[in-house]
Protein backbone atom coordinates (compact mmCIF):
# COMPACT_ATOMS: atom_id res chain seq x y z
CA UNK A 1 0.00 0.00 0.00
CA UNK A 2 1.29 3.50 -0.51
CA UNK A 3 1.51 5.92 1.40
CA UNK A 4 -0.95 7.87 -0.39
CA UNK A 5 -3.87 5.37 -0.76
CA UNK A 6 -6.98 6.02 1.45
CA UNK A 7 -7.56 9.47 0.23
CA UNK A 8 -10.07 9.61 -2.47
CA UNK A 9 -12.68 6.73 -1.14
CA UNK A 10 -15.93 7.58 -2.39
CA UNK A 11 -19.01 4.61 -1.62
CA UNK A 12 -16.24 2.65 0.18
CA UNK A 13 -14.48 2.41 -3.43
CA UNK A 14 -10.62 3.52 -3.30
CA UNK A 15 -10.08 6.43 -6.38
CA UNK A 16 -6.90 7.69 -5.15
CA UNK A 17 -4.74 6.19 -7.84
CA UNK A 18 -6.82 6.96 -10.44
CA UNK A 19 -7.18 10.20 -9.54
CA UNK A 20 -3.53 10.86 -8.79
CA UNK A 21 -2.85 9.32 -12.16
CA UNK A 22 -5.23 11.82 -13.63
CA UNK A 23 -4.00 14.73 -11.80
CA UNK A 24 -0.08 13.82 -13.02
CA UNK A 25 -1.22 13.00 -17.07
CA UNK A 26 -3.18 16.95 -16.58
CA UNK A 27 0.35 17.97 -15.16
CA UNK A 28 2.27 16.44 -18.48
CA UNK A 29 0.32 17.95 -20.53
CA UNK A 30 0.38 21.41 -19.13
CA UNK A 31 4.21 21.00 -18.95
CA UNK A 32 4.27 19.87 -23.27
CA UNK A 33 1.98 22.67 -23.88
CA UNK A 34 3.80 25.17 -22.23
CA UNK A 35 7.02 24.06 -23.58
CA UNK A 36 5.58 24.29 -27.16
CA UNK A 37 4.35 27.69 -26.41
CA UNK A 38 7.47 28.82 -25.20
CA UNK A 39 9.44 27.13 -28.31
CA UNK A 40 6.97 29.01 -30.56
CA UNK A 41 7.66 32.30 -29.04
CA UNK A 42 11.33 31.62 -29.46
CA UNK A 43 11.06 30.62 -33.01
CA UNK A 44 9.04 34.44 -32.88
CA UNK A 45 12.23 35.90 -31.70
CA UNK A 46 14.91 35.16 -34.23
CA UNK A 47 15.09 38.53 -35.60
CA UNK A 48 15.40 41.63 -34.53
CA UNK A 49 13.07 44.56 -35.62
CA UNK A 50 15.16 48.19 -36.07
CA UNK A 51 13.48 50.88 -34.16
CA UNK A 52 13.83 54.39 -33.68
CA UNK A 53 16.38 54.31 -30.82
CA UNK A 54 17.89 50.63 -31.69
CA UNK A 55 17.01 47.31 -31.60
CA UNK A 56 15.03 44.94 -29.58
CA UNK A 57 17.08 42.62 -28.10
CA UNK A 58 14.56 40.73 -25.74
CA UNK A 59 10.96 40.38 -25.83
CA UNK A 60 9.77 40.18 -22.57
CA UNK A 61 6.58 38.79 -21.52
CA UNK A 62 3.60 40.63 -19.89
CA UNK A 63 3.47 37.54 -17.43
CA UNK A 64 7.25 37.86 -16.34
CA UNK A 65 6.83 41.32 -16.41
CA UNK A 66 4.64 41.84 -13.59
CA UNK A 67 5.89 38.34 -11.63
CA UNK A 68 8.79 39.97 -11.61
CA UNK A 69 7.72 43.59 -11.14
CA UNK A 70 5.24 42.43 -8.40
CA UNK A 71 8.24 40.35 -6.64
CA UNK A 72 11.06 43.10 -6.48
CA UNK A 73 9.63 46.03 -7.72
CA UNK A 74 9.26 47.30 -10.95
CA UNK A 75 12.81 49.00 -10.71
CA UNK A 76 13.94 45.88 -11.48
CA UNK A 77 13.77 46.47 -15.06
CA UNK A 78 15.74 49.69 -15.48
CA UNK A 79 18.78 47.76 -13.55
CA UNK A 80 21.25 46.11 -15.96
CA UNK A 81 22.92 43.30 -14.23
CA UNK A 82 18.98 41.99 -13.74
CA UNK A 83 18.19 42.98 -17.41
CA UNK A 84 21.45 40.77 -18.39
CA UNK A 85 20.60 37.88 -15.91
CA UNK A 86 16.49 37.78 -16.95
CA UNK A 87 18.11 37.48 -20.35
CA UNK A 88 20.64 35.20 -19.55
CA UNK A 89 18.11 32.57 -17.52
CA UNK A 90 15.25 32.81 -20.15
CA UNK A 91 16.63 31.84 -23.52
CA UNK A 92 13.14 32.33 -25.12
CA UNK A 93 12.78 35.94 -24.64
CA UNK A 94 16.04 36.67 -26.39
CA UNK A 95 15.95 38.25 -29.63
CA UNK A 96 18.81 37.49 -31.99
CA UNK A 97 20.59 40.49 -33.81
CA UNK A 98 22.64 38.79 -35.95
CA UNK A 99 22.14 39.61 -39.65
CA UNK A 100 23.15 36.04 -41.26
CA UNK A 101 23.21 38.06 -44.74
CA UNK A 102 25.16 40.64 -44.44
CA UNK A 103 25.45 43.68 -46.80
CA UNK A 104 28.29 45.79 -48.18
CA UNK A 105 27.91 49.25 -49.37
CA UNK A 106 29.24 50.97 -52.65
CA UNK A 107 32.65 52.46 -52.30
CA UNK A 108 33.99 54.57 -55.57
CA UNK A 109 36.86 52.70 -57.26
CA UNK A 110 36.06 49.77 -56.57
CA UNK A 111 34.45 48.39 -59.83
CA UNK A 112 37.76 47.79 -61.51
CA UNK A 113 39.10 45.69 -58.39
CA UNK A 114 36.10 43.58 -58.71
CA UNK A 115 35.88 43.21 -62.19
CA UNK A 116 39.42 42.19 -61.92
CA UNK A 117 38.67 39.78 -59.60
CA UNK A 118 35.90 38.44 -61.08
CA UNK A 119 37.55 37.41 -64.35
CA UNK A 120 40.37 36.09 -62.46
CA UNK A 121 38.00 33.98 -60.83
CA UNK A 122 36.17 33.10 -64.11
CA UNK A 123 39.53 32.10 -65.40
CA UNK A 124 40.36 29.77 -62.72
CA UNK A 125 37.11 27.90 -62.71
CA UNK A 126 37.19 27.74 -66.67
CA UNK A 127 41.14 25.77 -66.67
CA UNK A 128 39.93 23.70 -63.78
CA UNK A 129 36.97 22.22 -65.62
CA UNK A 130 38.89 21.93 -69.14
CA UNK A 131 42.01 20.08 -67.57
CA UNK A 132 42.66 16.79 -67.85
CA UNK A 133 42.67 15.87 -64.72
CA UNK A 134 42.97 11.67 -64.97
CA UNK A 135 44.93 10.41 -68.50
CA UNK A 136 43.57 6.94 -69.93
CA UNK A 137 45.88 4.34 -70.04
CA UNK A 138 45.63 1.47 -72.14
CA UNK A 139 47.19 -1.38 -71.73
CA UNK A 140 50.20 -2.77 -74.10
Known amino acids: MSAASGIFVVGG ?17 RVAKATAVLAAIGRQNREARPLEQGYVDARIEPESYHYWGDRLGYECWQDPQFVREYKRDCDYCRVHNRNPNPTVG ?28 FKKVYPS
Open 13 to 29: VDYTHDVLSLFRRRFHE
Open 106 to 133: WVPGFEAANAYRLRKLRSETATETNSTR
